[in-house]
């Protein structure tokens, strides 16, 4: 890889750094093929009907493209603790964190306000409309 | 603040204080994919919200079709395979420009963004049909909030191409200098992002839609 030293060419006024991270064939290949299996794997549980109880299809599709996510920013975004002395890492956690109360709370929120709101129709037995509330 | 006018007061000691800090960058080493990174990390927030309002309304039918009676899986896993092949291409695109080889570079990037073009065209495809079927945006709360997630990524796409032409013409006439290097790591992260983005939606929109 000799050639690639000519990146680093002295002339620049040595903000070599960003011109983003080394990168392999191999780490390239190792990502591709990763995400082609993670990816035709929740497809085919969905389109030949593998799993049958939908909760539990959701839980197994939701570990796929976590994992799947995972393995995109590690070979294709090149993610590592050591990138920019970890800001890229710290602020990657910080907006997984935010993202995951935004949604699980809007999910959560949102249920429950459905899960309360009065009953659309005014025909319903007077029994079921307060039983709603137990 | 004294330890500096002590410095000053000595002339040859603020010399090499000087010295010491024209030698050292101020600016930390890689500041520009830390930049880009944080642009999208916020991008990513945009997509939250999205996939949030997905998430709450993506059952609201209003007695119109529902996920499972308009996906056509067949046409969604044909367009994952788009973005990822266009994904490694980038990839290989950037391995061609660490060997300073101009015209692997312009060819990668040419391969991918004829398969960035492959996923717009059946994603524009795929939104004409639903329209067409009276299934647009204004049918339900569930096809508004889909048209508005699958939408915003499309837009996203739609302005990476125009980028990734944009950086081929400016690469063709100035070479692999410095500046086309960094825009195109800035593309890269761009590119794989929005794939990173794509998974989301195939898992959540069209896969738990039709289940």
Known sequence: M???????????????????????????MTGFVLSIVLTAIPFWLVMAKVITERNTAVLVLGAFAVVQILVHMVCFLHMNGK?????????????????????????WVMYQMNAHMMPEHPRQPAAAVSGMGS | MSDLTLHAGAPGAALTAREYHL??????????????????????????????????????????????????????AINTAFLLLSSITFGFAMLRKQLNDVKGTLLWLAVTGLFGLCFLALELYEFHHLIEQGAGPQRSAFLSAFFTLVGTHGLHVTFGLVWLVVLMIQIGQRGLIHENQRRLMCLSMFWHFLDVVWIGVFTFVYL???L
């Not at chain 2, 916020?42 to 309304?57: N, P, Q, R």
């Open chain 1, 2 to 28: 000799a050639p690639h030293d000519m990146t680093h060419d002295p002339h620049h006024d040595g903000h070599h750094g960003d011109t983003g991270p080394h990168s392999s064939f191999s780490g390239y």
């Open chain 1, 83 to 107: 990138v920019e002395g970890g800001w890229t890492l710290l602020s990657t956690i910080f907006t997984v964190v935010f993202v995951a109360i935004a949604i699980a709370g809007t999910l």
């Open chain 2, 23 to 76: 030698a050292h960058d101020p600016h930390p080493e890689n500041g520009t994919s830390l930049g880009f990174w944080l642009y999208l990390m916020s991008d990513c927030l945009i997509f939250a919200a999205l996939f949030a309002t997905y998430g709450v309304l993506g059952r609201s039918y209003a007695a119109g079709p529902s996920g499972a009676d308009l996906f056509d899986l067949k046409l969604v």
């Open chain 2, 208 to 210: 738990m839609g039709v």
